[in-house]
């Protein structure tokens, strides 16, 4: 049973480009969430997907990012117009969605850089 | 405004020796602790979780303490081993609300 798979494992991009990062949960979960971890800070949620379903958004930067997690395929974390600030390593998590409050299994994440 | 506080960036402990790694909180919606570990390069792993129900729960060689007046959890890990080398993260919730991570706290277990 595969873990939560995160592709690429590491991104370079220059600013202004855009930058999609791919999440496949754990076989049999429908719940993915993005966190990210900023050098020298700990984990900041981003984002609650069900599939189809933005349920918890909060987190988000109000420009630039967007979430996807479609009926098929992997989740989608997209960002636009890449600034330096955005560098970072992004982390997905799922969960079988029995409720946000349990435990959540963690990809391996994506570490962003902007040159 | 930093809901989830982890006050020590690191923390270094002799091999054999008890590890504590302590946390507070400040938002008292909370009623639901978690504790993460991580390795370089890797995504974080569940180690133990606690309710506000209880004050204590122990797994194997690791055990939480909950102190909800003082708003304060610990984890200890007893007896420390080289594998414990590891970032741990401290983390809460709120009924039916988002899991929020503390800074994390680096932990070296020294021979």
């Known amino acids: 049973n595969a873990g939560v798979m995160q592709n690429p494992r590491h991104l370079v991009r220059r600013r202004g480009q855009e930058a999609r990062l791919r999440c496949s949960p754990m076989?049999?979960?429908?719940?993915v969430y993005w966190y990210r971890q900023l050098p020298e800070e700990g984990l900041k949620f981003m984002v609650y997907?069900?599939?189809?379903?933005?349920?918890?958004e909060s987190g988000m930067p109000k420009e630039r990012f967007s979430a996807e997690f479609p009926k098929e395929g992997p989740s989608i974390l997209r960002i636009q117009q890449v600034v330096r600030g955005d560098s970072a390593a992004y982390f997905c998590?799922?969960?079988?969605?029995?409720?946000?409050?349990?435990?959540?299994?963690f990809g391996s994440g994506t570490q962003l850089s902007v040159l | 405004d930093q809901q989830v506080k982890q006050n020590s960036p690191s923390l270094s402990v002799q091999e054999g020796r008890i590890s504590i790694l302590n946390c507070d909180y400040t938002?008292?919606?909370?009623?639901?602790f978690l504790w993460y570990k991580k390795y370089p390069a890797e995504g974080p792993t569940f180690l133990i979780s606690?309710?506000?129900?209880?004050d204590k729960n122990e797994d194997g060689r690791f055990t939480v303490f909950l102190n909800k007046s003082a708003k304060h959890l610990s984890l200890h890990i007893v007896p420390s081993q080289p594998g414990d080398s590891a970032v741990y993260f401290c983390?809460?919730?709120?009924?039916?609300?988002?899991?929020?991570f503390g800074k994390g706290t680096r932990l070296h277990i020294l021979p």
């Open positions: 076989k049999g979960h429908s719940h």
């Open positions: 606690i309710s506000s129900i209880k």
């Open positions: 997907l069900q599939k189809e379903n933005i349920i918890d």
């Open positions: 983390a809460a919730s709120a009924r039916d609300d988002k899991i929020i």
């Open positions: 998590a799922s969960s079988p969605g029995q409720g946000i409050r349990e435990k959540l299994f």
């Open positions: 938002n008292s919606m909370f009623d639901y």
